[in-house]
């Protein structure tokens, strides 16, 4: 079953703006990881943050981990046409290090 | 990019016969994963591997089975394909230092099953 879930499942802005992706999950974890996939290609890994870690930057990415609420957000700042694909979190679990579990991503989309 | 294909990159087959998908990756990575990616699911795992001949399940490996004589060869077989497996299907390679690091994704393969 799926151990992260991505809000909201659709988001729709214009370029420029910001966009904020939240990503909850249910048990302990070891690190969370956010994914993008632009349609019809595989996944790219974006970032990772570990769950000692509050706060993470790359670029304009910006992620956060708030392991007492179980959360993660990623936000994606001055957005571009570029940025429109899917968003995923993914997370391991404390006694199961080997694997990744997949939410179900959500949907971006930057308008131009 | 990481260096990984699959093959093929899209198959059309009938319901009962045998499938088998290829994963190739040439950066020696140890740990390789397959997961299928359906609307409405996400990615889900299905099998992988974490050493030549060492593979394990996933969360959705009925009717699937898998095998690694090389490091750098993956096969995901469906014995005998029925329609709900009809999906996009994934490999993916992580770091050396096991799952939990990034893992790496190749392009998919469309697999639809009649």
């Known amino acids: 079953s799926q151990q992260g879930e991505e809000d909201p499942q659709a988001l729709s802005i214009q370029e420029g703006e910001n966009a904020t992706m939240n990503c909850s999950y249910k048990?302990?974890?070891?690190?969370l990881q956010w994914y993008r996939q632009n349609s019809g290609r595989g996944l790219v890994h974006l970032i990772l943050?570990?769950?000692?870690?509050r706060e993470k930057h790359s670029g304009r990415l910006r992620v956060t981990l708030d392991t007492s609420k179980k959360s993660s957000s990623l936000l994606i700042t001055a957005s571009r046409a570029a940025d429109t694909a899917s968003y995923f979190c993914?997370?391991?679990?404390?006694?199961?290090?080997?694997?990744?579990?997949f939410g179900k991503g959500m949907k971006l989309t930057v308008n131009p | 990019d990481a260096g990984i294909t699959q093959s093929p990159r899209h198959k059309v087959t009938e319901t009962g016969t045998p499938v088998t998908l290829r994963c190739h990756q040439t950066?020696?990575?140890?740990?390789m994963y397959w997961y299928r990616q359906d609307p409405g699911h996400g990615l889900r795992l299905i099998h992988y591997s974490y050493g030549v001949k060492d593979t394990d399940k996933g969360e959705v490996s009925d009717g699937y089975s898998v095998s690694r004589s090389k490091t750098e060869d993956f096969l995901l077989t469906l014995e005998s394909a029925t329609s709900s497996q009809t999906s996009v299907y994934f490999c993916?390679?992580?770091?050396?230092?096991?799952?939990?690091?990034?893992?790496?994704f190749g392009p998919g393969t469309r697999l639809t099953v009649l």
């Open positions: 950066e020696n990575h140890r740990y």
């Open positions: 993914a997370t391991d679990y404390q006694g199961g290090s080997e694997k990744l579990v």
């Open positions: 993916a390679i992580s770091n050396p230092g096991g799952g939990t690091d990034t893992q790496y």
């Open positions: 048990t302990s974890i070891n690190n």
């Open positions: 943050i570990r769950s000692n870690e």
